[in-house]
């Protein structure tokens, strides 16, 4: 039996979806622990009345259109030994200790730029957007198990030819401070 599951960011994020999951699943199986059981009613709505929901999200949206090429999936594993080395090369004066999160991602930005170049043959702009957990940053008194659209992002962008890791965490640092500046409290 295979059971398929779809939720709209309407309802809710990405936390909210695992959430439900888990606790379908701790239910299904009989799990009389707590921990594993969320329940909805109480904590379903908290973060949309702290936070009320964008109108973004009831507009009419874009229509994105997929190519009928054949397309190719990869999955990419990051050991820790690897993100360790990619944090050695990464660290500068300016960022002296970059989060495993800022080397991964900026590995990834500056591979998808470098290819983007070599497909093109010039240098473009390039913008990394990072989704940002709300929940640890919104400084409400809201607990882990809040459900709902609680996500944010930030954005930084480079425009220079030569891209490097230690630049590229600079950047993604840099994005991520300008969005706490812009809201201390995680909620515009």
């Known amino acids: 039996m295979a059971i398929g599951v779809n939720i709209s960011h309407k309802v809710g994020d990405a936390f909210t979806f695992s959430k439900f999951i888990n606790s379908w699943a701790a239910v299904s199986l009989g799990s009389g622990a707590s921990d594993h059981i969320v329940v909805p009613a109480v904590e379903f709505g908290v973060v949309a009345s702290i936070c009320p929901p964008l109108d973004f999200f009831n507009s009419r949206q874009p229509v994105v259109e997929f190519g009928k090429e054949k397309s190719v999936t990869e999955r990419f594993v990051f050991g820790a030994s690897k993100i360790d080395a990619l944090k050695s090369i990464a660290a500068s004066s300016t960022v002296p200790n970059p989060t495993r999160v800022e080397?991964?991602?900026?590995?990834?930005?500056?591979?998808?730029?470098?290819?983007?170049?070599?497909?093109?043959?010039?240098?473009?702009?390039?913008?990394?957007?990072?989704?940002?957990?709300?929940?640890?940053?919104?400084?409400?008194?809201?607990?882990?198990?809040?459900?709902?659209n609680f996500v944010w992002f930030f954005a930084s962008m480079t425009m220079e030819s030569e891209v490097d890791l230690q630049s590229l965490v600079s950047k993604f640092r840099k994005g991520i401070e300008e969005f706490k500046e812009k809201y201390p409290n995680g909620v515009g």
Request: charge should be positive; glycine fraction near 6%; charged fraction near 20%.
């Open 103 to 148: 080397v991964v991602s900026a590995l990834i930005w500056k591979c998808a730029t470098e290819a983007s170049r070599s497909n093109s043959g010039s240098v473009r702009p390039s913008v990394w957007c990072q989704v940002v957990n709300m929940r640890k940053r919104s400084g409400q008194p809201l607990t882990e198990d809040s459900l709902g």
